[in-house]
């Protein structure tokens, strides 16, 4: 898992395996401490508070944020990969990314990149509007161009998606 990232933020690793083919890199496999925490998806089940989801978004819109100050931009972010887990000394909540194969480091990501990480993450429309909100308060980026981005990535998304089953659906995949 990658719990925080660059500098302080690079999980202590127990193992790493690489295979390769014929002299070119084929497989990687990073081996972290296993954490048990739950996943953010979670937070939309019940279980959690409105009141509490609302300082987990926060939490974890400041850590996309720093992510993306840092050069980190995550390729695959949803809330299946990505655990959170409440900080006791500090009273924050902190986050852990799973299956980081898919990320770019060093970049400055633009505003439209930074875009899909919130819409990757796959949220409900009506939680996905509490995290824009959020988002909007900590950055001043006006509503109407952060909504615009988040949802033609996701109608992006569906178009694709769409395209997949049609073409699965005429050559009798599943």
């Known amino acids: 898992m990658l719990t925080r990232f660059v500098d302080e933020w690079i999980p202590k690793e127990n193992a790493y395996f690489e295979?390769?083919?014929?002299?070119?890199?084929?497989?990687?496999?990073?081996?972290?401490k296993y954490e048990p925490h739950k996943l953010l998806?979670?937070?939309?089940?019940?279980?959690?508070?409105?009141?509490?989801?609302?300082?987990i978004l926060?939490?974890?819109?400041?850590?996309?944020?720093?992510m993306h100050k840092k050069g980190v931009m995550p390729m695959d972010l949803n809330a299946g990969n990505v655990f959170y887990y409440k900080d006791d000394a500090t009273?924050?909540?902190?986050f852990s990314l799973t299956d980081i194969n898919r990320m770019k480091f060093g970049v400055k990501p633009?505003?439209?990149e930074m875009m899909f990480s919130f819409e990757q993450c796959f949220f409900p429309?009506?939680?996905?509007?509490?995290?824009i909100d959020v988002y909007v308060q900590k950055t001043g980026i006006r509503y109407p161009?952060?909504?615009?981005?988040?949802?033609?990535h996701r109608m992006r998304r569906y178009r694709r998606n769409r395209s997949k089953?049609?073409?699965a659906a005429l050559f009798g995949k599943k």
């Open 145 to 152: 161009k952060v909504v615009y981005y988040v949802m033609s």
């Open 110 to 112: 633009a505003f439209k």
């Open 165 to 167: 089953s049609r073409f």
């Open 91 to 94: 009273g924050h909540y902190l």
């Open 58 to 66: 926060n939490d974890f819109i400041d850590y996309l944020l720093s």
């Open 19 to 32: 295979k390769f083919d014929k002299g070119l890199f084929k497989q990687g496999v990073f081996i972290a």
């Open 125 to 131: 429309l009506t939680q996905m509007g509490e995290l």
């Open 41 to 55: 998806e979670s937070i939309f089940d019940g279980s959690v508070s409105a009141d509490e989801r609302k300082v």
